[in-house]
C-alpha cells in the first residue's frame, strides 16, 4: 500500500508516518520509484504498537524506539530481549531516591524489600528499574508515617505473582520470538495502565461499600 492508504487504515497522519520513519521508529517500505515506497501488513501492525505504546501506554518516542529496537534484534538472548523490553519501560517516578546519600528511610525500605523477595524465592536483581522504584514508594511512606500503607507489600508481591505468571506464560506460548518480545512490551505498558484502572475501580467499589454510600450505575 501506499503511504496515504497506510495513513488511512491507521488513522495516523501522513506528517506522523513520516516522523516515526525518520526517528527509526517504523521500518522503511520497500522504494518502487524514487519518491514512492510501498508498505505492507508489518508496517500497518508496527504503526498500531506504535500508536498505542505512545497514545495509551505513555511512552516518549525514544522510549518507543528502545523497546522497538529490542523487539528487532534478532541477536539478542530472548531472557534478555524480555528483560529489556520490560526494564526500558519502567519509567522512574520522580524524586523517588534521596538526593544525597540514602537515608535512614531508604535503608530500612531496601531490607523489607529484600527480605520479602527472598521469603518468595524471586529471583529478581537489585539493578532492576523497578526495584529502585518499589524502594523508593517503600522510603517515602515511612517518612510519612504510613506503616499501614507500607504493609500491604506482602499483599502486592503474592497478588503480582500470580498476575505475572500467567502473563508472562500467555506471550511465551505464542512461539515466535518477535511476537514474544511484542507481547512484554504491550502487556508491560498497556497493562500497567489497565491494572491501575482496574484497581481505582475496585477502590471505588470499596470505599462505596465500606462508607456505606450508594453505589453510582456503572456506564453500559
Request: hydrophobic share 40%; aromatic share 4%.
Amino acid at each position: 500500500m501506499r503511504v496515504g492508504e497506510l495513513s488511512r487504515r491507521s488513522g495516523v497522519s501522513v506528517a506522523s508516518i513520516k516522523y516515526y520513519l525518520r526517528e527509526g521508529l517504523l521500518p522503511a517500505g520497500e522504494r518502487t520509484s524514487p519518491n514512492q515506497a510501498a508498505y505492507d501488513d508489518g508496517h500497518l501492525r508496527r504503526l498500531r504498537m506504535i500508536r498505542a505504546l505512545i497514545d495509551v501506554g505513555g511512552l516518549s518516542v525514544v522510549a518507543t524506539r528502545d523497546v522497538l529496537a529490542a523487539v528487532d534484534d534478532p541477536d539478542l538472548p530472548l531472557f534478555q530481549a524480555l528483560g529489556r523490553a520490560s526494564g526500558t519501560t519502567t519509567a522512574a517516578p520522580a524524586s523517588v531516591e534521596p538526593e544525597d546519600e540514602p537515608d535512614e528511610a531508604w535503608e530500612q525500605a531496601e531490607r523489607t524489600l529484600a527480605e520479602h523477595v527472598a521469603e518468595r524465592g524471586w529471583q529478581v536483581s537489585a539493578e532492576n528499574p523497578a526495584w529502585r522504584n518499589a524502594v523508593g514508594v517503600l522510603a517515602t511512606y515511612i517518612r510519612l508515617g504510613d506503616a499501614d500503607l507500607a504493609n500491604q507489600l506482602g499483599l502486592y508481591m503474592r497478588t503480582m505473582e500470580e498476575v505475572a505468571a500467567h502473563e508472562v506464560a500467555a506471550v511465551v506460548d505464542r512461539g515466535d520470538r518477535a511476537r514474544t518480545v511484542e507481547g512484554v512490551v504491550v502487556g508491560t505498558v498497556l497493562g500497567d495502565t489497565l491494572l491501575a484502572a482496574v484497581r481505582r475501580l475496585a477502590q471505588q467499589h470499596q470505599s462505596l461499600r465500606l462508607l456505606g454510600e450508594a453505589p453510582t450505575h456503572p456506564r453500559g
